[in-house]
């Protein structure tokens, strides 16, 4: 079969695995593919994104398959091109997300040769595949895809010369419908033990109504789809080490919670009942004992208004108004100001993307509950929870949420300057509106509340975990055409957000790092 035949038949099961939206990277081997879902494109069967890096590009595929929950695709050449794909498959492995990773190959008689890019591509991802093919002809393509449904899969395509096609293509894969929901019959506890329901990363709504109607406190991470309505705990973190926080029972797990060791810690603790629904992704054992796990959803009949739950609220609000005075008697913008302001501006029907280490623990402590109903989308890359491709993944999850009504991604610095080629976008392709908060505090601030951060470490602390880098965030953002404010006060932060300019631009808060330990200790000490 020829390269192209193969190709366009790769688009057709694509198509037909539901797959809408695709991202290449230039190069020859891959040039078969890249002409096929051109033409696909060209006829409106997909929307086609170009990215010149294989490592952003596997990242905006990975967001775009976040919020369109849909399967997208990475297609990429030969050669190292494809490895740089592994991170973004290892996060989508470890959430659940359904990224599809097409490698362009030469011909297997060429394997172990000094072939020009080849390598043995088979495999290439390992464990963090579920279902997996070396494509040779269209028979091969169903093994790949068989696992497109539960996450990542991986089509190693073979392709000979010549690799240019001879005629335009129009697709004729049948696409499918939507496959509706199976409603599933819900896991009914009783409202027994003084129990919290501990929302983690993604957990849904089912986390909130459960909360709800047992009169149970809700303790939410910001990326929960969760963290509305009354019964949230803001400061559940600081809480947990109290005196109340000790009188937990039971815990009832939605999601995965990766954000804070006190969480861990009741979770580990003897004497507590842990109920955990059935998390997604490819490693979903729980680091815990578990008492009971369940696939589908939790219900539990309605409850009156418990003390149990008013005590949870009378701390918490107690808490914060502490938490609020310390904050607003501190001089210059602290970081919890940042991730209040951020949070903020998000309004109904936005996106808010935030990247890992301090930021999202920030927002955590910060954030109060949003209006039920209003759909705004917190989200972030929590699988791994790694720094790597996040303002990759904030573009692609705009692309793949194209009713949101205003994106915000919220980083750090290393974060930012981590991924900066993730905003090199050709002049062909679509600018998205989203502003990038960069909390630049000169560093990695988040080592400092570890135990790395200790005093007795002092010595070589800057080199090994500090790493200040000096950049100048103004300057890069010109080179990249990308507009840029500097703030300095939580007046000007406010200001700087509520008047978005269109277009990706951002928004860098300056940040003093060398006091960051002592506020956390002084914050954790009004518990």
């Not at 939605?254 to 003897?270: C, E, F, I, K, M």
Request: proline share 6%; with cysteine.
């Amino acid at each position: 079969m020829s390269a192209t035949d193969l190709a366009r038949a790769v688009v057709d099961a694509l198509l037909h695995a539901g797959v809408r939206q695709v991202v290449i990277a230039p190069g020859s081997r891959n040039a078969p593919l890249s002409f096929a879902l051109n033409d696909a494109a060209e006829a409106g069967a997909i929307d086609l994104h170009t990215r010149i890096d294989e490592r952003t590009g596997a990242f905006l595929a990975l967001g775009m398959a976040k919020t369109s929950k849909r399967p997208v695709a990475m297609v990429t050449t030969s050669g190292t091109a494809a490895a740089n794909l592994h991170p973004a498959m290892l996060e989508a492995a470890h959430a659940g997300v359904r990224l599809v990773a097409i490698t362009a190959d030469r011909p297997a008689r060429l394997r172990g040769t000094t072939a020009n890019q080849t390598t043995d591509q088979v495999g290439l991802f390992g464990s963090a595949v579920v279902s997996g093919a070396d494509v040779t002809e269209p028979a091969d393509l169903a093994e790949g895809l068989a696992g497109i449904t539960r996450g990542p899969v991986h089509l190693n395509v073979q392709l000979d010369d010549p690799l240019v096609p001879p005629d335009r293509y129009v697709p004729h894969a049948a696409l499918p419908e939507d496959e509706p929901r199976a409603v599933e019959e819900p896991f009914v506890l009783d409202v027994g033990p003084r129990t919290v329901v501990v929302a983690g990363d993604d957990a849904g709504p089912n986390a909130r109504l459960l909360a709800q109607d047992a009169a149970w406190p809700l303790l939410a991470e910001p990326t929960s789809g969760a963290r509305n309505g009354p019964n949230v705990i803001r400061a559940y973190r600081l809480l947990l080490d109290t005196a109340l926080g000790q009188e937990i029972e039971r815990a009832v797990v939605v999601g995965v919670p990766t954000l804070s060791r006190p969480v861990q810690r009741l979770l580990a603790r003897d004497g507590v009942e842990v109920v955990v629904r059935r998390a997604p992704g490819t490693w979903a054992d729980r680091p815990h004992p578990v008492t009971l796990e369940h696939d589908g959803r939790f219900a539990v009949e309605r409850a009156d208004e418990s003390d149990w739950f008013a005590r949870w609220r009378q701390a918490d609000a107690r808490l914060g108004d502490d938490i609020a005075a310390l904050l607003a008697g501190e001089d210059g913008l602290t970081p919890y100001d940042v991730a209040a302001e951020v949070h903020a501006a998000v309004p109904p029907g936005g996106l808010l993307f935030v990247g890992a280490s301090n930021p999202i623990r920030d927002l955590d402590l910060v954030a109060g509950a949003y209006d039920v109903g209003q759909r705004r989308l917190v989200i972030a890359n929590r699988g791994l929870a790694g720094i790597d491709g996040t303002l990759s993944s904030a573009l692609g999850a705009l692309l793949g949420r194209p009713h949101t009504t205003r994106a915000i991604a919220y980083v750090g610095d290393v974060t930012f300057l981590h991924d900066l080629t993730g905003l090199v976008t050709g002049t062909t392709e679509a600018r998205p509106d989203l502003t990038i908060v960069v909390a630049n505090d000169d560093g990695g601030s988040i080592f400092a509340t570890l135990e790395q951060g200790d005093p007795s470490y002092a010595e070589g602390y800057e080199k090994l975990f500090g790493t200040p880098h000096g950049i100048d965030l103004e300057h890069l953002c010109t080179g990249l055409r990308i507009p840029h404010w500097r703030v300095h006060d939580r007046a000007e932060l406010a200001q700087a957000l509520a008047n978005p300019n269109g277009g990706v631009e951002v928004v860098e808060a300056r940040l003093r790092r060398d006091n960051r330990r002592e506020l956390d200790a002084r914050i954790r000490s009004l518990a």
